[in-house]
């Protein structure tokens, strides 16, 4: 599976934007989705999780802020970002998760997004 992320970008605190991942296969055939980043210096996060029964978890840093979705028609998950924050700023990957007889995952390649104060 292939993973593509876009939507990244420059946006003042306070503003929104919405990441895009297309994905090469059905998305409803997916166990997991996901949205991490890797903010400089740091480690990559969690940021949210969608399952193909459509339970959704986000960390606790962007609950009430960030919203995950699909549209299973164009295969792609979306990442609402509301209300941003200069701390949001980071590389944004999108991951997907399949799961079988053994474990598949990929990613997409990063979206940066830079939250000016």
């Known amino acids: 599976v292939q993973l593509q992320a876009s939507g990244g970008g420059l946006v003042q605190a306070g503003g929104s934007l919405r990441l895009s991942c297309v994905v090469s296969?059905?998305?409803?055939?997916?166990?997991?989705m996901g949205w991490y980043r890797q903010a400089p210096g740091k480690q990559r996060e969690l940021v949210a999780q969608?399952?193909?029964?459509?339970?959704?978890n986000a960390a606790d840093s962007v609950k009430g802020r960030f919203t995950i979705s699909r549209d299973n028609a164009k295969n792609t998950v979306f990442l609402e970002m509301n209300n941003l924050k200069p701390e949001d700023t980071a590389v944004y990957y999108c991951?997907?998760?399949?799961?079988?007889?053994?474990?598949?995952?990929?990613w997409g390649q990063g979206t940066l997004v830079t939250v000016s104060s």
């Open positions: 969608l399952t193909s029964g459509g339970r959704t």
């Open positions: 296969r059905r998305i409803d055939s997916i166990d997991v």
């Open positions: 991951h997907g998760v399949v799961v079988t007889d053994s474990v598949a995952d990929a």
